[in-house]
């Protein structure tokens, strides 16, 4: 039987469509990439709760959007755009620490890898730390994934397991 992978899209406002339209390559990818061994599936600019309760039943999660510019997670719904001081405010849902604690009671395994393809996701010890109590692996930026000065794609780092 084969494993779950779960591909979550958040907040992809902004970017002159350039972050929406990339998603379709990114879905493609992944499919090419897991579909051997996981059946994918998607949510789109879910709420926590859809998101806690999907998580809970996966067995790797791949997250594709905006993240918040303090590190704090990843934004699910759209909205906020680069507003990202605006995301407590305006009460915008945030895949972070306080809802990876949440998961970490429901699961009784980690999770195999966890992919954070959004800006500032592995800028936060406390948000790199909550991934880790629920994955094997995590993988994430540590600042935007495209810097605009110089163009270019930037890099992510992964973290593993102690």
């Keep these: 039987m084969k494993r779950t992978l779960l591909l979550i899209r958040g907040d992809c406002t902004g970017s002159f469509g350039v ?5 379709q390559w990114f879905r493609f990818e992944q499919r090419l990439r897991h579909g051997n061994r996981y059946v994918i599936q998607e949510l ?3 709420s926590v709760e859809e998101v806690l309760s999907a998580m809970s039943d996966a067995d790797a999660v791949m997250i594709y959007g905006h993240g918040s510019s303090d590190g704090r997670g990843a934004l699910l719904q ?6 990202h001081a605006e995301v407590a405010k305006r009460g915008i849902a945030l895949l972070d620490a306080t809802l990876l604690n949440e998961l970490e009671k429901l699961r009784k395994v980690p999770l195999d890898f966890v992919f954070s393809a ?3 996701g592995a800028s936060n ?5 909550a991934w880790l ?5 995590y993988t994430s930026y540590p600042g935007t994934t495209f810097d605009l000065n110089p163009r270019r794609i930037t890099f992510p780092v992964r973290f593993v397991q102690k």
Aim: overall charge negative; charged content about 15%.
């Design 44 to 46: 789109v600019e879910p």
């Design 78 to 83: 759209p909205g906020s755009g680069f507003q």
């Design 133 to 137: 109590q629920v994955s094997r692996e």
């Design 125 to 129: 010890p406390d948000l790199v730390a």
């Design 118 to 120: 959004t800006c500032f």
């Design 19 to 23: 972050i929406l339209a990339y998603w």
